[in-house]
């Protein structure tokens, strides 16, 4: 079945940027997102990218996607203390729509 | 911003009761959704929803899972008789036919001893 990876732990300084890697198993995705979760708190959607497309930027946020390699990141620009967090690749189901997703990556934003 | 709203926020119960976790998605979505979460592991797919009936559910929600639109704003979903391995965050994600996006609300966790 569909599966989605993600390395578990990141840790950067504030000021740098960070970068979140994901794969994914089902070539046929339409979407692919990517998802913040705060401690305690609910899956907030940061982004998403249609899988005609290699990049997406919004302000601090661009994710790139390899299709080919079935390889999605997320790159953080800036990144600071607020931005630590649990970060969910997910992909599309497209015969179901439903997600899938990885196990989250936990990032921590050093002072 | 519109939100997805759950409630309780933390339900603690007993073993082999029966709980009923509740849900108002945003108000115009038309697909509803429960996942869950077992601390540290993945999120979870349980069910999703649409024109009153289940489109597809998981291998764990089985015979003691039930949801239900019991009016036009709520979405429940009902656990018959919770074990402890229940225990977990479930949310709840709504989206409408035009948006890619699932919003998800906060969760409601839930301790089964």
């Known amino acids: 079945g569909e599966d989605v990876e993600q390395s578990l732990f990141l840790s950067v300084r504030e000021g740098d940027s960070s970068v979140i890697n994901c794969t994914y198993t089902?070539?046929?995705?339409?979407?692919l997102y990517w998802y913040k979760q705060e401690p305690g708190a609910g899956l907030q959607l940061l982004t998403y990218?249609?899988?005609?497309?290699d990049m997406k930027q919004d302000q601090r946020l661009t994710v790139l996607l390899n299709k080919k390699d079935k390889h999605l990141s997320l790159r953080i620009a800036d990144t600071q203390t607020g931005d630590s967090a649990i970060y969910f690749c997910a992909e599309r189901e497209d015969s179901s729509y439903k997600l899938i997703f990885g196990s989250g990556t936990r990032l921590l934003v050093r002072p | 911003e519109p939100e997805v709203t759950q409630t309780p926020s933390h339900q603690v119960t007993q073993m082999g009761q029966e709980v009923i976790l509740r849900c108002v998605p945003i108000?115009?979505?038309?697909?509803f959704y429960w996942y869950r979460q077992i601390l540290g592991q993945k999120v979870e797919f349980l069910v999703s929803?649409?024109?009153?009936?289940?489109?597809?559910k998981s291998e764990i929600f089985d015979d003691q899972f039930s949801v239900e639109r019991p009016d036009g704003s709520n979405f429940t979903l009902k656990i018959r008789s919770t074990k402890l391995e229940d225990s977990a965050m479930y949310f709840c994600a709504s989206r409408d036919s035009l948006n890619y996006g699932y919003t998800f609300g906060s969760g409601t966790r839930l301790t089964v001893v």
């Open positions: 929803f649409y024109n009153n009936e289940i489109s597809e």
């Open positions: 108000s115009n979505h038309l697909y």
């Open positions: 089902d070539s046929s995705s339409t979407y």
């Open positions: 990218i249609f899988s005609n497309m």
